[in-house]
């Protein structure tokens, strides 16, 4: 029993650990249903630019691209002008949910800032949820830049990087939407043929996440052409957790019985692939959605389907990739970046003027927050799967139990702050406090049990020397002996498996919620509960030889924490009183001495929103523990003195024990 109730305490502390230290926080074992293929890739997607655009000439991989021939006819482009241009607001006031800087260079968003979140590290600064991935080489890549262009007929691979497209037209919609058009034409250098023609759009509305992109390739040629291409999709995904790297990719698909998979590769993944992680396409599910997240915000990427099909067909292929400026492996520079590449399947286009002669790729983009009310909330979102890219570390549970119980206490939370406090570290206090009263029967039994299972040591400590050759014996006297006390091992350690989902699905609520990103506490103290507490912050980032920990602030949250730890332990029910075991006695000393400071020093730059929860659970632990301490030392007692507790039937008062004949009259 004793080396069960330790064995527990440390498999929690474990499970702590893996939920405070987890490199990859969002992503949940559960929800991958399908191998994720990891390969080495070189190259970047940029190359040099050059005065007048000349496309070049690469090598094509697998089948989505020709192959090169000896005598290859070259290709050209008109340059287009280098141009910025802006739609939508950063003004929280204007209606807009972002404002979009858009690149003449490849027709792409070099830059997406939200208007509804401000950049913690920059004060008074909307937040940049896409921004260009900087690249060892000195190059940026930017998102939803088409790379590379395919043409079949030609055997040839373009390489489209380095173009300046043309600005063909900005206008302000009537109904409040913007839009802007880029256009490209590929022409072959020789004849001074055009080839192909390209155009892009972005739609932007107000009071919508969505951004609508369509891609239109038209055929300018005079007899048919096979055509593919690459886009680099989403790029520039900042991090967000200064502490551990919560990014990933996700790759969503339907299966056959229209429920949801998802695949994912976080930055660990991507780096240990050489930068390049490739998610191959199910054969058997339809696939959805690919999107880049860090801890509280997504891009979502939607190919949608043409004519009248049900899911899009046309993504051959999804490569998550991790940009690097500095080539630093250690990931330390803060310039890294991830992004998610597509493939797009050949198509054959009729001659120009033909039908069938264009085609348009369209897309919808989201960028905002990972938030279950607003994906519930439009009908859109819920039919695309959004809320798949918020995922709880389920530690130690199964998805199934965790997923449920972290939204439920999100939304008891939210509601609570609408309610009345107007403060999460408030609801927060108060949302530990409700938890340990809903369990608190049974914790007291837990803990009276823990108390009987005490006395009865140097009786169980006997019974295990008397038989100590017969085990099965033993284990009968030992099952008889906690049967005639009223004792039970097994209840001393049920609360602790009760409470364990409820713990983790609480701390994964907490540590993941956009809604303490930037959420004050106390205005003189604690203010970002995503952030660490910073009591004192320091003019200079320590680093502790040779552990190479950061240390930025003097936070005071995790030393009320070792507080209430070494509490709590003094409260602990010890067995070494009673029983002549030195092991067992060192054992639980060196408990008592590690608990207060495993967890400081585990949680010393975590986010106060998570150490607060931890340290309120833990002094209500040591007011509940001191409670039912009193409730027991008061039994034991009345019990001496032959007293015992009779019910609300007898008034409640103590009366005495009448002592039993020895024979019946």
């Not at 404002?99 to 913690?120: N, P, Y």
């Not at 339809?286 to 993504?315: E, G, H, Q, R």
């Amino acid at each position: 029993m004793k080396y069960l109730k330790w064995t527990v305490i440390v498999f929690v502390i474990v499970c702590g650990i893996l939920a405070a230290e987890s490199e990859f926080f969002t992503a949940s074992p559960d929800t991958v249903k399908y191998p994720i293929l990891l390969q080495s890739t070189e190259g970047s997607n940029a190359g040099e630019a050059n005065d007048v655009p000349m496309i070049g000439l690469t090598a094509a991989p697998e089948n989505t691209q020709p192959q090169p021939v000896q005598n290859p006819t070259s290709f050209s482009a008109d340059p287009g002008e280098e141009n910025s241009i802006t739609i939508g607001s950063p003004d929280p006031n204007s209606g807009y949910k972002f404002q979009l800087e858009l690149f003449s260079k490849g027709a792409a968003i070099k830059r997406a800032t939200l208007s509804e979140f401000e950049d913690r590290d920059k004060k008074n600064q909307r937040l940049d949820i896409i921004t260009p991935a900087a690249q060892s080489n000195g190059t940026e890549v930017l998102a939803m830049a088409n790379s590379k262009l395919a043409l079949f007929n030609y055997q040839t691979q373009l390489n489209l990087d380095n173009l300046y497209w043309h600005l063909a037209g900005q206008e302000s919609l009537p109904d409040g939407s913007q839009q802007v058009r880029f256009d490209l034409i590929i022409k072959e250098t020789n004849a001074n043929q055009p080839v192909i023609k390209i155009i892009k759009t972005y739609t932007i509305k107000k009071d919508n996440y969505l951004i609508d992109c369509g891609i239109t390739f038209e055929n300018l040629a005079n007899t048919e052409e096979k055509v593919g291409f690459s886009l680099n999709g989403l790029s520039g995904i900042k991090k967000e957790d200064f502490r551990s790297d919560n990014r990933a990719i996700f790759a969503c698909y339907k299966n056959e019985k229209n429920q949801f998979d998802v695949e994912s590769a976080n930055v660990a993944k991507l780096v240990k692939a050489h930068n390049s992680s490739e998610i191959k396409l199910p054969p058997s599910s339809s696939f959805m959605w690919a999107a880049s997240i860090n801890k509280y915000f997504a891009a979502i990427l939607v190919p949608l389907p043409n004519d009248d099909k049900t899911y899009c067909d046309w993504i051959q292929k999804i490569t998550g990739r991790y940009y690097d400026s500095d080539g630093d492996s250690k990931k330390e520079s803060g310039n890294e970046t991830i992004g998610v590449n597509f493939n797009i399947s050949p198509h054959d286009f009729a001659a120009a003027g033909q039908n069938g002669s264009s085609r348009t790729y369209n897309f919808s983009l989201y960028l905002g927050p990972k938030e279950k009310s607003i994906f519930d909330k439009n009908e859109q979102y819920k039919n695309w799967g959004f809320v798949n890219v918020i995922a709880f570390n389920t530690c130690c549970c199964p998805g199934s139990i965790i997923n449920p119980l972290a939204f439920g206490i999100l939304a008891i939370m939210k509601w609570m702050y609408g309610f009345w406090p107007h403060n999460y570290g408030i609801v927060i206090i108060i949302l530990v406090f409700i938890m340990r009263i809903i369990i608190h029967p049974l914790t007291k039994k837990s803990q009276v049990s823990m108390s009987k299972m005490s006395k009865l040591a140097p009786r169980a400590e006997e019974i295990k020397k008397k038989y100590a050759n017969d085990k099965a014996e033993m284990n009968k006297q030992m099952m008889s002996l906690y049967r005639e006390q009223g004792a039970s091992p097994i209840m001393g350690m049920l609360p602790m498996f009760v409470q364990m989902p409820i713990w983790i699905a609480l701390w994964s609520a907490v540590n993941t919620s956009v809604a303490l990103r930037g959420a004050e506490f106390l205005p003189f103290w604690i203010t970002d509960l995503s952030a660490p507490d910073a009591l004192i912050p320091f003019p200079k980032v320590l680093i502790i030889p040779l552990l190479g920990w950061k240390i930025a602030s003097f936070n005071f949250l995790p030393i009320l924490m070792g507080v209430a730890f070494y509490f709590q332990q003094k409260l602990m029910p010890s067995q070494s009183g009673a029983v002549s075991n030195p092991q067992m006695e060192q054992q639980q000393k060196m408990m008592k001495i590690m608990m207060p400071l495993m967890f400081p020093l585990m949680l010393y730059n975590g986010p106060s929103g998570v150490n607060l929860y931890i340290m309120a659970s833990t002094f209500a632990g040591v007011i509940e523990q001191h409670i039912i301490r009193k409730h027991i030392e008061e039994r034991q007692a009345a019990e001496e003195k032959g007293l015992v507790s009779v019910t609300k039937k007898t008034g409640g008062k103590i009366k005495k024990k009448k002592p039993k004949p020895f024979f019946k009259t």
